[in-house]
């Protein structure tokens, strides 16, 4: 198989505010050419032997493979949880003319 050029990286955070802040840190880093934030969520997990219900948030952030190691430590430095979700789903295909979008808008030095 073979790597994925573009991925769609998933996290959550427990509000708006919190959401927009990543979501801004990482498109201004260009870590991530968009960010999607879907209104809030219900997940149910087990944390520390007990099950928890909570109110979150998720993003959607896309980026290149490449861009995929900076992107999951600037989340991790950036998030107050101790262990975020940071899960990123292979972009099989896509249209050419965004998938070249994401890219131009991951590149580190691509003019403002």
């Given at each position: 198989?073979?790597?994925?050029?573009?991925?769609?990286?998933?996290t959550t955070t427990d509000s708006e505010?919190?959401?927009?802040?990543?979501?801004?840190?990482a498109v201004e880093a260009r870590l991530?050419?968009?960010?999607?934030?879907?209104?809030?969520?219900?997940?149910?997990?087990?944390?520390?032997?007990?099950?928890?219900?909570?109110?979150?948030?998720?993003?959607?952030?896309?980026?290149?493979?490449?861009?995929?190691?900076?992107?999951?430590?600037?989340?991790?430095?950036?998030?107050?949880y101790g262990t975020p979700e940071v899960?990123?789903?292979?972009?099989?295909?896509?249209?050419?003319?965004?998938?070249?979008?994401?890219?131009?808008?991951?590149?580190?030095?691509?003019?403002?």
């Amino acid at each position: 198989m073979t790597t994925p050029a573009w991925l769609t990286v998933l996290t959550t955070t427990d509000s708006e505010e919190k959401a927009h802040a990543l979501a801004q840190g990482a498109v201004e880093a260009r870590l991530a050419a968009c960010v999607q934030i879907s209104a809030p969520v219900t997940s149910v997990y087990r944390w520390q032997n007990a099950i928890e219900t909570t109110e979150e948030w998720q993003l959607l952030l896309k980026t290149t493979a490449e861009r995929y190691d900076e992107l999951e430590a600037h989340l991790l430095a950036a998030h107050d949880y101790g262990t975020p979700e940071v899960i990123a789903l292979p972009v099989v295909r896509g249209s050419a003319r965004y998938l070249d979008w994401v890219s131009s808008e991951t590149t580190p030095d691509a003019p403002l």
